[in-house]
Nanobody, 121 residues
Framework: QVQLVESGGGLVEPGGSLRLSCAASGTFISTYVMGWHRQRPGKQRELVASITNGGNTVYASSVKGRFTISRDNAKNTVNLQMNSLKPEDTAVYYC???????????????WGQGTQVTVSS
């Protein structure tokens, strides 16, 4: 069974940094588009960043320039480096793995349990 486990969350002051990690088991992430989503209090879950196996990345406008997503297929991990954190970045961050069928439709989609990030003074 595919499992994704996030780590690295915690409490940081505004302007600080955190590095989130996602460890996958039960599959090799090389065949998946990997991403990070977050759910802020009272809001719907939203895409933060994603990365294809070829290194193509997508970032939410709110985090562009501050966050960096990366993947290490050899270690079967995906990371999210978060710098210049703001209080509005406070959320539960979820790791995601997605694979598509030949027509571009979702074929597989997996989620981690999430890790809490709190940015507060």
């Amino acid at each position: 069974q595919v499992q994704l486990v996030e780590s690295g969350g915690g409490l940081v002051e505004p302007g600080g940094s955190l590095r989130l990690s996602c460890a996958a088991s039960g599959t090799f992430i090389s065949t998946y588009v990997m991403g990070w989503h977050r759910q802020r209090p009272g809001k719907q879950r939203e895409l933060v960043a994603s990365i294809t196996n070829g290194g193509n990345t997508v970032y939410a406008s709110s985090v562009k320039g501050r966050f960096t997503i990366s993947r290490d297929n050899a270690k079967n991990t995906v990371n999210l480096q978060m710098n210049s954190l703001k209080p509005e970045d406070t959320a539960v961050y979820y790791c995601n793995a997605e694979r598509f069928g030949r027509f571009g439709t979702p074929a597989e989609n997996y989620w981690g349990q999430g890790t809490q990030v709190t940015v507060s003074s």
